[in-house]
């Protein structure tokens, strides 16, 4: 089983629509929950990050953890074209809090449909 | 103020042949980790550095070497270079248990 784990998809959502962005991780102890976006050929941008349960918003994004399920998404709301990357799902597991080590999926990518 | 700058952009090495990739992270965070990216996986962690002192170390071999100065910048060192080393490194600048932000990237390309 891998550590994180994405749909590579690719996601393909109409301009307007809410793209839905899953994210299963194995280690229960993990701490920290981060979303990234990378365009092709460009470095991973952090889009936001969180830590407890419930959700998180920041602007169109809304990022929603259960540790009980060990689950995280990321919803974008009224998607644009522009919006179209691959999403990196990333989590810091038990005891990376001293090193920040990083434990990413392969990440989706989401297509945004004009 | 800058991000994370790195440099080379980008470079094309012959194998067996060692490279040097260089890291500045944001003002004031003093924590730099390294990261390699294979097309089409995700980045995977190779080092960490927190005030000169190595903090984690992914699975990578020995070829693979790093430091961190005084001024917080980085280098990472990779020997004898196989056709796999070929990725885009990443360094990652961070208060240490903050925000995580990646750098522009140096794309190695071995031949």
């Known amino acids: 089983q891998k550590e994180v784990e994405q749909n590579s998809g690719p996601l393909s959502v109409p301009e307007g629509a809410i793209a839905s962005l899953n994210c299963t991780y194995s280690?229960?102890?993990?701490?920290?929950f981060f979303w990234y976006r990378q365009y092709s050929g460009k470095s991973p941008e952090l889009i936001m990050f969180i830590y407890s349960n419930g959700d998180k918003e920041d602007g169109r994004f809304t990022a929603q953890l259960n540790k009980a399920s060990q689950y995280v998404s990321l919803l974008i709301r009224d998607s644009q074209p522009s919006d179209s990357a691959t999403y990196l799902c990333?989590?810091?597991?038990?005891?990376?809090?001293?090193?920040?080590?990083?434990?990413f999926g392969t990440g989706t990518l989401l297509a945004v449909q004009p | 103020d800058a991000g994370v700058t790195q440099s080379p952009t980008h470079l094309i090495k012959t194998r067996g042949q060692h490279v040097t990739l260089r890291c500045s992270p944001i003002s004031g965070h003093k924590s730099v980790s390294w990261y390699q990216q294979v097309l089409g996986q995700g980045p995977q962690f190779i080092f960490q550095y927190y005030e000169k002192e190595e903090r984690g170390r992914g699975n990578f071999p020995d070829r693979f070497s790093a430091r961190q100065f005084p001024n917080y910048s980085s280098e990472l060192n990779v020997n004898a270079l196989l056709l796999g080393d070929s990725a885009l490194y990443l360094c990652?600048?961070?208060?240490?248990?903050?925000?995580?932000?990646f750098g522009e990237g140096s794309w190695l390309t071995v031949v």
């Open positions: 990333a989590v810091i597991p038990i005891g990376g809090g001293a090193t920040n080590k990083l434990i």
């Open positions: 990652a600048s961070s208060p240490l248990g903050d925000t995580i932000y």
């Open positions: 280690d229960r102890g993990s701490q920290s």
